[in-house]
């Protein structure tokens, strides 16, 4: 693909990879990508806002040398740092040793991680300009889009705003620009538009939401970083999509379990029964969902939904079988923290299953009991009461009202995300997810997570 201007001093200079069929391992792209990157020149200074996949180097400088010297590049624009977009940086960083990195401060700190040199860099955040003479460039902080590092560039002269992966789609547009698609791929484009906000944005809805609201109205091109850049038509549509899609789903205003499993014999099946008819007791809205024969695209939402979920499976060949681990990794592990969750199942020689699956969930952050639940072979009736009173030890895990705050202790220590660098203040607290002013860090519950980045308690250190 060669340089393709957009406006004027703006160029898409990115790559075209039309026979991609997978991307990052777990995503399907059935009409291949772009690594989009594009070039901002002003009267003095010139941008190039990302890079490329480091297989594309040496096009991603062809398109650029179309348009300047490599050598007039003045800054390098990171909007967000994944290796499909900064793989290139130390290739150009070698071509270009007083190119300077522009980037917010999560970004700066995984390029240090990526690039492996030192490089001079410009770290902003929200609100920060850049001009470039006659084109004054703004930087607008959008954390978890889908990493903590995103920023969005908006070029108010142009009218051009520029993305990153927000609003992106796996779709190998040559024209790079939405018009260029034919009327007979338009539904296609749209399928991969959803495609990619699920995959992309599905764990971080919250942050849609508010990337919606931080988008200019006056942008009449958004520039992403895959597929092709969208003009008016498209950006309203895919602005209403997308709000749609993030929007939240109203709560069951009972209390609601999913019972997962696989079961070779009945066995396991029992188990499940004795869970579900008890827990259905006890008031909850209870779905058993046999993950071999069931509805599999129901699965992602009942274990990511409910407010108990329990997993069941026999032990096969000292291990549990694929269906149920693919169970396990359908949980949204960062918006599941602290659900009440369990494993279970019937074994015939050695019964690892219900324990290595009960691992898994613990590591996943999910609030498990004291130990899974398991039957050697055919479950007697004393055993089908004991799995219902574990099911209901299990449910009693899940959430009841928060706790009121206990008081700040004298100079209680603010705390900094080493990620993102949010600082948590407990004088402010974090009175929208609970965590009421006056509440030491240490106060906040174990499944408290940085409301930029999401990162868990972990990731956070003193400040001195
Ligand atoms: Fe296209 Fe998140 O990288």
Redesign the pocket.
């Known amino acids: 693909m060669s340089a393709i201007k957009l406006r004027e001093g703006v160029w898409s200079v990115g790559v075209l990879n039309p026979s991609l069929r997978v991307f990052d391992i777990v995503m399907t792209s059935p009409y291949g990508t772009s690594y989009n990157a594009y070039l901002v020149t002003g009267g003095e200074k010139t941008a190039l806002i990302e890079t490329v996949h480091k297989d594309y180097f040496d096009q991603l400088v062809g398109n650029i040398q179309e348009v300047l010297p490599l050598e007039k590049l003045d800054y390098l624009i990171m909007n967000?740092t994944?290796p499909?977009?900064s793989g290139s940086v130390r290739a150009l960083l070698e071509r270009c040793p007083n190119l300077k990195v522009i980037c917010s401060n999560p970004a700066r700190k995984f390029l240090n991680a990526i690039a492996n040199e030192d490089f001079p860099c410009q770290v902003v955040k929200d609100g920060d300009t850049l001009d470039l003479g006659g084109k004054t460039l703004t930087f607008l902080s959008a954390p978890l889009l889908?990493?903590p590092d995103t920023m969005f560039t908006w070029d108010p002269a142009d009218q051009t705003l520029f993305t990153c992966?927000f609003l992106g789609a796996h779709f190998c547009e040559p024209t790079m620009v939405d018009t260029g698609i034919q009327a007979e791929y338009r539904g296609r484009y749209e399928a991969e538009l959803k495609n990619y906000f699920d995959c992309i944005f599905g764990p971080f809805h919250p942050a849609v939401l508010a990337g919606l609201d931080k988008l200019p109205a006056e942008a009449r091109l958004v520039c992403t970083?895959?597929g092709p850049c969208l003009t008016a038509a498209t950006l309203e549509r895919a602005k209403d999509c997308y709000r749609q899609w993030a929007a939240p789903q109203p709560r069951s205003a009972v209390k609601t379990a999913a019972v997962v499993y696989c079961s070779a014999y009945g066995c396991t099946k029992a188990l499940a029964e004795a869970m579900a008819a008890a827990l259905t007791e006890d008031g909850l809205q209870v779905t058993a969902h046999d993950v071999v024969f069931d509805d599999p695209a129901a699965l992602t939402g009942l274990v990511n939904d409910s407010d108990v979920v329990l997993f069941g499976a026999p032990t096969l060949n000292r291990n549990a079988p694929e269906a149920i681990w693919d169970a396990v990794h359908a949980v949204d592990a960062i918006n599941t923290r602290g659900r009440a969750a369990g494993a279970f199942g019937s074994f015939g020689w050695t019964g690892e299953a219900p324990g290595m699956l009960h691992e898994q969930l613990r590591q996943l952050k999910l609030a498990v009991p004291a130990a899974p639940f398991k039957v050697c072979f055919v479950p007697t009736q004393a055993d089908l009461e004991a799995a219902a009173a574990w099911a209901r030890s299990v449910a009693a895990l899940a959430k009841g009202p928060e706790a009121p705050a206990a008081p700040a202790p004298a100079k209680a220590k603010k705390y900094v995300c080493s990620i993102c660098g949010y600082i948590y203040d407990p004088a402010a607290g974090d009175p929208d997810r609970g965590a009421a002013p006056g509440t030491p860090f240490e106060a906040l519950p174990d499944d408290w997570t940085c409301p930029l980045c999401r990162m868990g308690k972990d990731k956070f250190e003193p400040v001195d």
């Open positions: 967000h994944e499909d977009h889908h990493w992966d970083s895959h």
